[in-house]
């Protein structure tokens, strides 16, 4: 429903997508979980209660291959949620024809969400078949869409959707990072966590501003950005650099992390692999937004489609008039829109929302913090929880 708020033909298809790939990712993860309790059925009886402990403790005494069953269709089932490649078909359109607040949720909450259940699963199958054969699963769903994300990021003339492929990339570090199981990498993992929802966040929002400032979400057509929007713009090429790994953000410092953590274990080749990747999505993200953004402003913009874009039927892009035709909407001259009286034949300077420079301001925040000085109960925190998930390297 919330995917499908705008109510266009491009949102409407795209929530049917998300809600028929989602709700079979489900259903997988479902059998995953019916299978995982008869493999404890085997050792604790039928009829016991799934608790994690529990498994947990007796995990080792399952049968194998029920066990590896389960953790692939876990793995499967969560990661369509969560966005894995070959099952991320849904994530690119839904993020972009989603209501800005709508997908900076999405990529956020409900991907973290998705990775935090194949964590559990994570943790039963390496108890109690070993850590070689999830580890083996992971790295492969993990370089699946690592690849085709920087590839697609370097095709991709859509903001939004730009913003999507780079969610991808960064679950797939996420499973390679898992994949690595050093102590140092899988506490960069937890902290990329928290710092790609605070990253993508902030660039949802930013986007968001764009969007409603130019009508529309192609790249050749928002050029300007950071002189039309005063702050949105600048703080949206910020996250675009978190995103990318630039320090002094959270996600360079989680993404060295990882990568320290891979150098130091027996899957070398694969951190410098993950390395070259990474900075190829990066380089490319970086490239086309930062020369959109950073450009000079054009002395028009298009005017908004009946059915809007980004919601901006409802937030004053348009209004149908008796007659049936679309006047365009004035912005709203008030302190908190920034907006300055300007020249006829061109584009006004300001911010649409003032709620989203305060949002943007709390993530770039969060990033900075995290990327520079973690709060020390943050720190002790990941390092208790990679210690729970570190199992027998």
């Known amino acids: 429903l919330l995917v499908a708020l705008d109510d266009t033909p491009g ?12 709700s079979m990712g489900l259903g997988v993860a479902l059998v995953a979980t019916i299978i995982m309790y008869y493999a404890g059925s085997t050792v604790l009886g039928t009829g016991f209660e799934l608790f994690y402990p529990r498994l947990l403790a007796t995990a080792s005494r399952f049968p194998q291959q029920v066990t590896e069953l389960a953790f692939v269709l876990a ?9 894995l490649v070959p099952m991320h078909t849904w994530l690119p359109d839904a993020h972009s024809e989603a209501p800005t607040p709508v997908s900076a949720l999405l990529s956020a909450a409900l991907l973290a969400i998705c990775f935090y259940a194949i964590l559990r699963y994570y943790e039963i199958t390496a108890r109690g078949v070993g850590p070689g054969f999830p580890r083996e699963v992971l790295l492969a769903f993990g370089f699946a869409s690592l690849v085709l994300a920087a590839l697609s990021v370097a095709v991709q003339r859509d903001l939004k959707r730009l913003l999507a492929y780079s969610s991808i990339e960064h679950m797939g570090v996420l499973c390679i990072g898992m994949s690595f199981a050093a102590p140092l ?7 990329h966590v928290l710092a790609h929802a605070a990253a993508k966040g902030t660039a949802f929002f930013g986007a968001g501003s764009v969007v409603r400032k130019f009508h529309a979400k192609d790249l050749g057509q928002v ?6 929007l005063p702050w949105s713009g600048p703080m949206l090429v910020l996250a675009i ?3 990318s790994a630039l320090p002094p953000f959270g996600i360079f410092r989680s993404e060295f992390l990882i990568v320290a953590g891979g150098l130091r274990s027996p899957a070398d080749t694969a951190a410098a692999v993950l390395v070259a990747l990474v900075t190829a999505a990066a380089m490319g993200l970086t490239w086309y937004v930062g020369r959109t953004l950073l450009s000079a402003a054009p002395d028009t913009v298009a005017e908004p489609s009946l059915g809007g874009v980004d919601g901006f039927e409802r937030e004053g892009g348009s ?11 004035v912005e709203p001259a008030t302190p908190t829109t920034l907006l300055a009286a300007a020249p006829a034949g061109t584009v006004p300077r300001g911010e649409p929302s003032a709620w989203i420079v305060v949002s943007m301001l709390l993530g770039l925040a969060a990033l900075t913090l995290l990327g520079v000085a973690p709060p020390h109960p943050l720190d002790v925190l990941l390092r208790h929880a990679a210690a729970q998930l570190e199992v027998a390297r």
Do not use: D, N, Q
């Open 11 to 22: 949102a409407t298809e795209a929530a049917w997508k998300y809600v028929l790939i989602a």
């Open 75 to 83: 793995v499967v089932g969560f990661g369509t949620k969560m966005g």
């Open 185 to 191: 990498a899988i506490v960069g993992v937890l902290l």
């Open 223 to 228: 050029r300007g950005g950071v002189s039309l």
């Open 241 to 243: 650099l978190a995103l």
């Open 319 to 329: 209004m149908a008039t008796a007659g049936g035709s679309s006047v365009p909407a």
